[in-house]
């Protein structure tokens, strides 16, 4: 059986959500770290499957959406690998210049795709088992904190 919900019953949930999630709280230390790179020239780019929507108020109230270079959110593009190849395009660079972080195995699965060097931390959607259960040629590293995070990139 299933439940056919109205438009304005998603339309609704949608905002509850996107609400939601603008009011959602970073991760502590994370603010600080994206200035430290930025301040050190790196360029950063928010690759997300996330709609304008829900991650731009985000970056707004959280006062760090100029830190950014480039906001590669789903209105770019819901493929993560095309969003790697158009960051290749705009920065003149190659997959395998780049390093993505992520929480989730859908993204590294994408950079595996893309060739991408890929960072998994653990304060997100998913634990270690999820990042060691299937060989990921891209995957360079799992962190717990960002100090860890701060090393890895560090090492790059």
Not at 51 to 60: I, R, T, Y
């Amino acid at each position: 059986l299933r439940i056919q919900h109205t438009e304005e019953e998603k339309a609704r949930w949608r905002e509850e959500y996107s609400k939601k999630k603008a009011e959602a709280p970073m991760f502590v230390g994370a603010k600080a770290m994206l200035e430290e790179l930025h301040a050190e020239g790196y360029t950063l780019v928010l690759n997300t499957t996330a709609a304008n929507q829900n991650c731009l108020p985000l970056l707004d109230r959280a006062r760090i959406k100029d830190l950014f270079d480039f906001l590669a959110t789903k209105e770019t593009s819901k493929s993560k690998v095309e969003k790697f190849k158009l960051i290749e395009e705009r920065y003149g660079i190659s997959s395998s210049e780049m390093l993505f972080v992520t929480d989730s195995l859908g993204d590294l699965r994408e950079s595996d795709i893309a060739g991408v060097p890929t960072i998994a931390v653990l304060w997100g959607a998913h634990d270690r088992s999820f990042f060691t259960r299937e060989e990921h040629p891209n995957l360079i590293g799992i962190v717990e904190s960002f100090e860890e995070l701060a090393k890895l990139i560090e090492g790059r």
